[in-house]
């Protein structure tokens, strides 16, 4: 099963096209069985669930959003205002990838989602007294008194021979916290459990009553290997929500920074991952081309790693002549580099004996999960809003979709090669037909509260913005999510019956981010 629809929307979700790419709506409902029976409709017409977020007063809600072919919907379920305790009805007895949001909804704000059987805390660890966005912004949150004296009520395998395995959230390298619980017999893996939330840094707090702009630099920083695809998602909400397109030229740019950031975080996985096989010259060759990559960006660009470059009402850069001519020779360069390493890869016999086979993610646990992104496909899900919904210049200079169907490490590494060779062949059309462009134009007023989506294909996957204003452009709240909360669920069911050496393996083919997981 790849996840197509298997019969149209419900009527009366109607979604306008926009020349930034996919068609996005939000849907007021006005009762608990209203939205729950949406919900029902838009799981059971294909649609992919994506996440699920809320606000407090004034205004509380839920929100929840769904994928589909025809565009992104956005269910929007008001809570009684003054009503405390405050419920909403659970999405997980039928969409099992809600279960963590709700969880992040009830530590954060403290309504209670009514048949969620799984009450274990998630973002919080019960270290808050109070949910925390239950009080007025800036205000300190009063620590739990209890806090530190129970555990985490892990799921336990229990028979002969079974052990259990604690990694983390403090890991060997240099990277962000997470703590992974395995139940093991051997070297085999029975289960594989996470706990995350330590990065937690209430990201959507910091962005109410702030302006425009300064959210935009938040936004670039949620996770930073993603910060393209977060600032770009983050303008096209502020946009839709003040009823403002960019230029032609404005989405150029922005489709080209996106594709470099996508580049090059395939090629710095690439290189991890094989050296994470016992294949050293990968992370060595690999390590230059991303090198020299973040250098020209740099050069052209002003900075290595693209942040602030993309702002709400268009970008922060141009190119002229001699910049593109160079851009286009480092385009044919690394075309031929790529190719090359990528036979290497599929000649070494003891590199392909570690991919394939390791790490299965079932296409149909894949469904059921709805998942998207590198791993997705790599697990026959044909779902990239480049090919599905990439709006202009997608549309103009359209990419191939990568798609496979092993689901194992082999397949992740095959996709990341696809997708580097057809970033590379849209980035080469992009900048031999680059639209006359201004760099940014003034953003309209709104004088009245106005809401936004946004929506783009990162390198991990879909990244998600929401936007609500107040007048005069100042936020009134936002919430911005990185894929890996719909990923981190699905590297859980890969890891069981592989070796626990076959972990680091794994879990770099998936290489999702803490950061965008823990707002």
Not at 141 to 154: H, K, L, T
Not at 347 to 353: A, P
């Amino acid at each position: 099963m790849d996840g197509r629809i298997t019969r149209r929307p419900p009527p009366g979700l109607c979604l306008i096209p926009r020349e930034d790419g996919i068609p996005r709506a939000l849907f007021p409902q006005k009762t608990a069985e209203g939205y729950l029976e949406q919900a029902r409709i838009l799981e059971s017409s294909g649609g992919r669930f994506l996440g699920l977020w809320a606000t407090g007063d004034p205004g509380p809600q839920i929100l929840a959003a769904f994928l589909l072919r025809e565009g992104l919907f956005v269910l929007v379920l008001p809570l009684p205002e003054g009503e405390i305790p405050r419920s909403f009805p659970s999405l997980s007895p039928f969409i099992p990838a809600a279960n963590r949001f709700e969880r992040t909804v009830r530590d954060l704000f403290g309504y209670t989602p009514e048949g969620l059987e799984d009450l274990r805390p998630w973002i919080g660890h019960d270290l808050w007294a109070v949910p925390p966005l239950t009080l007025p912004p800036g205000s300190p949150v009063p620590e739990n008194p209890e806090a530190g004296r129970s555990d985490y009520p892990f799921v336990r395998v229990t028979g002969p021979g079974v052990h259990e395995i604690p990694v983390g959230p403090v890991h060997a390298g240099i990277i962000e916290p997470g703590h992974f619980r395995f139940q093991v017999v051997g070297e085999k893996v029975l289960r594989l459990e996470e706990l995350l939330g330590y990065t937690h840094k209430g990201v959507d707090s910091l962005f109410r009553n702030r302006g425009i702009s300064w959210g935009a630099r938040l936004a670039a920083r949620i996770s930073g290997d993603s910060t393209v695809a977060f600032s770009i998602a983050y303008a096209q909400g502020v946009e839709q929500a003040l009823d403002f397109s960019p230029s032609a030229g404005v989405r150029s740019l922005r489709a080209l920074l996106l594709e470099r950031e996508r580049i090059a975080n395939h090629m710095g996985d690439l290189g991890a991952i094989g050296n994470d096989a016992g294949l050293a010259f990968a992370l060595s060759q690999f390590g230059l081309l991303r090198e020299n990559l973040l250098r020209n960006n740099r050069q052209h660009f002003g900075i290595r790693l693209l942040f602030d470059l993309v702002i709400p009402g268009g970008v922060r850069t141009s190119l002229e002549d001699e910049a593109i001519l160079d851009l286009l020779e480092e385009n044919r360069r690394l075309t031929e580099e790529i190719l090359e390493l990528q036979k290497i890869f599929d000649d070494h016999g003891g590199l392909q004996d570690r991919f394939q086979n390791t790490g299965v993610l079932l296409p149909e646990v894949a469904h059921r999960l709805g998942l998207g992104g590198v791993v997705g496909r790599a697990s026959a899900q044909a779902w990239d809003l480049r090919a599905d919904h990439g709006g202009d210049p997608y549309r103009r200079f359209p990419p191939a979709l990568a798609l496979a169907h092993t689901g194992d490490v082999a397949a992740r590494v095959r996709i990341r090669f696809l997708e580097i060779q057809e970033s590379l062949s849209f980035s080469r059309a992009l900048l031999e037909h680059l639209p006359e462009h201004s760099i940014a134009e003034s953003l309209p007023d709104n004088s009245g509260p106005s809401e936004g989506l946004g929506i783009v294909e990162g390198s991990r996957g879909e990244v998600l913005a929401w936007v609500r204003l107040a007048p005069h452009g100042i936020i009134e709240a936002a919430h911005l999510q990185d894929p890996s909360a719909l990923l981190w669920p699905a590297l859980e069911m890969a890891v069981p019956g592989n070796l626990v050496a076959d972990f680091p393996l794994i879990n770099k083919s998936f290489n999702l981010s803490y950061s965008g997981n823990d707002l």
